[in-house]
């Protein structure tokens, strides 16, 4: 598989079960709670493919990956910084 570049990242964070982001890649929401369950978190970190439907703009991610910090997808998130 070819690296995923660092624009198609976006970090998430864990509290308890629950799994957020500080804001929307998309509308730029703020504390966007997702609705992913722990097993499919544990899919994403062992490299299984999974869908998120953010609830805040009705946008969809394809993790193609995950990291403790970091979903790795497979479209640009953030402008590249080169």
Request: proline share 6%; aromatic share 12%.
């Amino acid at each position: 598989m070819d690296v995923i570049p660092f624009s198609h990242t976006w970090p998430y964070e864990r509290q308890f079960d629950d799994i957020y982001f500080q804001s929307c890649p998309f509308c730029g929401q703020e504390n966007v709670l997702l609705n992913m369950k722990k097993t499919e978190l544990n899919q994403a970190l062992e490299g299984i493919k999974t869908s998120v439907n953010l609830p805040c703009c009705r946008g969809r991610l394809t993790i193609l990956e995950a990291d403790q910090d970091y979903f790795w997808t497979n479209k640009p998130l953030r402008k590249d910084e080169r």
